[in-house]
């Protein structure tokens, strides 16, 4: 997925002489063809997280449109003031490119997993939060990127994840998909989450029971119209992301339904990563598995959730 998008930058760079690529200590290899053939839109400026936002900002103001990449932890909580106050506060266009999203640096241990990205950034105004589920859906989203007015988060996963998108010329910034038709109840996720729960689908199923996915890749702003048009359809609906379940995507949608639902018997419930640190060092899918977050158990959440509609 990371591969993908940082080729993407490259064929934007081509297309338009305003995108730049702002690195930081990225090691050997990362867009060398860039690099020698546009060496003034290339910048790799080593361990200076804070410093790289703030000069994507300027550059910004001076009409180009930076693509800044680093791994998501440094990203979001060591860079938290320049992306509140020099681009957010600005509206400026600069797209953070999020290495590693989610747990997919479990071997590294706690310090590097970005599980609270989403609550980090979405309290921001101006903000756009995306998590493609796999590296299809992260082409059209890079298309879209390039006349966007706003400041841009995009969360990667590790790579190599399975296809489970379409290309679709109807692909939009803030605008779910729908990828597999909702019967009696209804998944949302975000991210690569979309590839568990799409297994989740496949569980229920063998038992008779049918249930859909929304893929939300846009976190913020969410697509609500999505949301009032099909939760009502259904008897259960199960938030999953690989997040903390607080201040992540599925406590928007909470506030939301809240906000606009709360006269109607609306069956919700979220699956995430609980309000504690990772004690264990090991494989994304090790601590997924440690956190309760498996197709398995979706599907058995979903069962709960179903149940509960017959009481």
């Known amino acids: 997925m990371r591969k993908t998008a940082l080729n993407c930058v490259y064929e934007l760079a081509k297309k338009n002489p305003k995108v730049v ?73 600069v797209r953070l490119i999020a290495n590693g999203g989610g747990l997919v640096y479990a071997p590294l241990g706690p310090t590097h997993l970005a599980i609270d990205d989403f609550g980090i950034l979405k309290v921001l105004p101006n903000i756009t939060i995306i998590a493609p589920c796999d590296s299809l859906e992260m082409i059209e989203l890079m298309k ?66 049918m249930c859909g996915l929304m893929h939300m890749h846009t976190v913020k702003p969410l697509d609500e119209e999505s949301l009032v048009e099909w939760i009502p359809k259904v008897k259960a609906v199960v938030s ?27 069956n919700f419930s979220r699956i995430g990563i609980p309000d504690e640190y990772a004690q264990n060092y090991g494989s994304q899918n090790s601590l997924l598995n440690h956190f309760g977050i498996t197709a398995k158990l979706m599907a058995k959440e979903m069962k709960l959730g179903l149940k509960k509609s017959h009481v």
């Not at 936002?53 to 550059?59: K, P, Q, R, T, V």
């Not at 939009?172 to 590839?195: C, N, S």
């Not at 799409?198 to 229920?204: K, R, Y």
Request: glycine content about 10%; hydrophobic content about 40%.
């Open 21 to 93: 690529f702002i690195g930081s200590d990225l090691g050997p290899g990362v867009l060398d063809e860039m690099q020698k053939e546009m060496p003034s839109k290339f910048y790799m400026e080593g361990i200076s997280e804070q410093h790289i936002i703030g000069m994507s900002a300027g550059l910004a103001l001076e009409g180009f449109i930076p693509y800044v990449n680093t791994i998501a932890t440094f990203l979001t909580r060591r860079c938290f003031e320049q992306i509140a106050m020099d681009l957010c506060l600005h509206n400026l266009p």
């Open 144 to 209: 879209c990127t390039l006349d966007w007015p706003h400041p841009i988060y995009i969360r990667l996963g590790k790579g190599g994840d399975k296809i489970v998108s379409s290309i679709s010329s109807e692909f939009k910034i803030g605008k779910a998909i729908i990828l597999k038709e909702p019967a009696e109840g209804l998944f949302i996720t975000t991210g690569v989450m979309a590839q568990l729960a799409l297994e989740a689908c496949e569980i229920l199923k063998k038992e008779g029971i």
């Open 240 to 266: 999953v992301e690989e997040h903390f379940r607080t201040g992540g995507m599925g406590s928007s949608i909470l506030e939301f339904l809240n906000d606009n639902m709360n006269d109607q018997l609306i």
